[in-house]
């Protein structure tokens, strides 16, 4: 899944974004109410977390303005207002979930992964990432080629989610140090090339046709060879 976080207590966001991304999710923070409201508009998001109480722009002001302009994206709110009446002006507000904090994060990412389940649509194309053979289930955390079990770790998932949402494209090394690794910087290591090697060792050998390829000098792409 690619989650938007939007949380101004740094602490928190720290955490949630720490913990989505150990659990093999993409995940992106925004800050305040206006940078979350941009970054949502997009819509390229499968599920947001919003924080009720945000700056610049408060979350159900926030999550109306997104209703207003038709975008359906599933949000959780996350709030430290946990009573009736603020959980029943959340959901009426458009909030499709609520958990109040303190929360576990396993209930947390049950209800994330619950909300893109009910998803129209999201049993489907939205959770299913799918290339010649290659099946990568992104609530159940699978992998498959040719029906056979692949296991991967956290960061070869995160990187193989990435690849296969723009299978067909040139992925370049920033665009994956910036969101896999979370790097804003070159961190002058052979990381990439590190995991690249390993996933290609799990995806490719013993199959037939090879997907991930190396585009000298520009970066990496997933797609069907054969075609």
Known sequence: MRILIIEDDREAANYLTKSFREAGHLADLATDGLEGYAMAREGAYDVLIVDRMLPKLDGLSLI????????????????????????????????????AKPYAFSELLARVEALVRRRPGGAGETTVLRIAGLELDRLAHTLTRDGKDIPLQPREYRLLEYLMRH???????????????????????????????RLRSKIDKGFDPPLLHTIRGTGYMIRDSAR
Not at 64 to 69: I, K, N, S
Not at 76 to 90: E, H, M, P, T
Not at 185 to 196: A, R, Y
């Open 167 to 197: 299978a067909g494209q040139v992925v370049t090394r920033t665009m994956l140090l910036e969101n896999v690794w979370d790097y804003h910087f070159d961190p002058q290591t052979n990381v990439i090339d590190v995991h690249i090697s």
């Open 64 to 99: 109306g303005g997104l209703r207003e302009q038709k975008v359906e994206t599933p949000v959780l709110i996350l709030s430290a207002l946990g009573q009736v009446d603020d959980r029943v002006k959340g959901l009426r507000a458009g909030g499709d979930d609520y958990l």
